[in-house]
């Protein structure tokens, strides 16, 4: 049997978290209830992927989600359409849809499909450490800026909410 990779460290942006592969109880409730938000930088690798132009990439299998700012602002992202009563892929989720279970669209038999272009933060799995969890998700969100979004908010037709130069919070 081929042994998984090693961890490697994360030298990207965010936080020096390292890279997960395991196949435990934290990592499966993500893909079960709430998947991992992509960076902006792994939407055109995702869609090579799966042979799509990233406009069909978004249209059969991501999200924009959003998440809540401590300001009580929210912004944006990208993440993997999760199946739920009445809501198609390509669409904008609100923060009770998002709060809302739902199983990974890359989800199948207990695998994730889409493994080794997976969102950052299935990559980076925080093992029921909640303030890093939230260390990694903001570190993503300030990666979501309005030029990150315009090509989404174009697809969606909606205003999107992005950080402000820099990555800061507005
Ligand atoms: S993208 Fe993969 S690792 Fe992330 S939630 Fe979906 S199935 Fe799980």
């Known amino acids: 049997m081929i042994p998984p990779p090693k961890p490697k460290p994360d030298r990207g942006r965010g936080p020096a978290l390292p890279v997960s592969s395991c196949d435990c109880e934290h990592c499966r ?7 991992g938000w992509f960076t ?13 132009t990233v406009e069909e990439t978004f249209a059969k299998h991501l999200a924009v989600g959003v998440t809540g700012m401590p300001d009580g602002t929210q912004r944006h ?3 993997p359409h999760k199946y739920r009563d009445g809501k198609k892929p390509g669409s ?5 849809e998002v709060a809302q279970a739902g199983r990974c669209i890359f989800f199948d038999r207990g695998k994730c499909t889409i493994y080794p272009v997976r ?3 299935c990559a980076r799995m925080i093992h029921g450490r909640a303030d890093e969890a939230v260390r990694l998700r903001r570190s993503i969100v300030a990666r979501w800026t309005d030029k990150a979004l315009a090509p989404f908010a174009k697809l969606t037709g ?7 130069p820099g990555g800061r919070s507005r």
């Open 40 to 52: 902006p930088e792994q939407i055109a690798p995702l869609a090579r992927h799966l042979g799509l």
């Open 158 to 164: 909606r205003r999107l909410l992005g950080s402000g």
């Open 92 to 96: 904008v989720w609100t923060l009770a």
């Open 119 to 121: 969102p950052h933060e």
């Open 29 to 35: 409730a993500a893909c079960l209830n709430s998947p």
């Open 77 to 79: 992202g990208v993440m």
